[in-house]
């Protein structure tokens, strides 16, 4: 065969090859320790006994830890009420059932706590209804804004020497 043939065939090969690849788009460039890039607010999607249910989450986006919020509700509040593994997770979704969130205010909240690691991005998100289970995210809830102001507030004061979450949650995910 022919040099240049072969030149040719291996530079349309790189070029097909190379231009139908899809890289996803990394939103995440650099991550901050005890800080966000962004709040996101997203719909979470969860589908129980065939119905399909939307739901409010608040996403902190290109944290440190995708874990923040779940370490900083077990550091305020203790270990939570109960998992959650959606399909597929080894990580699972953690719920606080009846926590005061506020001085003054005697509204009992239930906190789902969650993150993702990939790619694209890192974030650590919430959840939050009350005991009625309304969602306290929802554009029309007087809570939204303090919730956010106050899971930002977590974020940023997160004490890293404490890592008492960390063993009690390794030990549940990763047992020997």
């Known amino acids: 065969m022919n040099k240049s043939f ?10 097909c090859c190379t231009s139908t690849k899809v890289t996803p788009e990394r939103r995440c460039v650099t991550i901050r ?30 944290v440190f830890s995708a874990m923040y919020l779940q370490k900083g509700m ?16 080894i990580h699972p979704i953690l719920v606080w059932n009846n926590v005061k969130l506020f001085a003054n205010d005697t509204t009992e909240f239930i906190v789902a706590a969650n993150g993702l690691e990939s790619f694209e991005t890192i974030y650590a998100s919430v959840l939050v209804f009350d005991k009625n289970n309304k969602d306290l995210l929802a554009a029309n809830s007087v809570y939204k804004a303090k919730l956010i102001k106050y899971f930002s507030t977590m974020i940023k004061s997160n004490d890293d020497k404490n890592e008492d979450f960390y063993e009690i949650y390794h030990k549940m995910v990763y047992p020997k």
Request: negative net charge; charged residues 30%; aromatic residues 14%.
């Open 33 to 62: 320790k005890n800080d966000f890039r962004s709040i996101r607010e997203d719909i979470f999607k969860s589908v129980v006994k065939n119905e399909t249910i939307f739901l409010n989450e608040i996403k902190f986006e290109c």
């Open 74 to 89: 077990y550091d305020n509040f203790g270990k939570w009420n109960r998992e959650i593994y959606p399909d597929g997770e």
């Open 6 to 15: 072969l030149v040719l065939i291996t530079i349309l090969v790189l070029i």
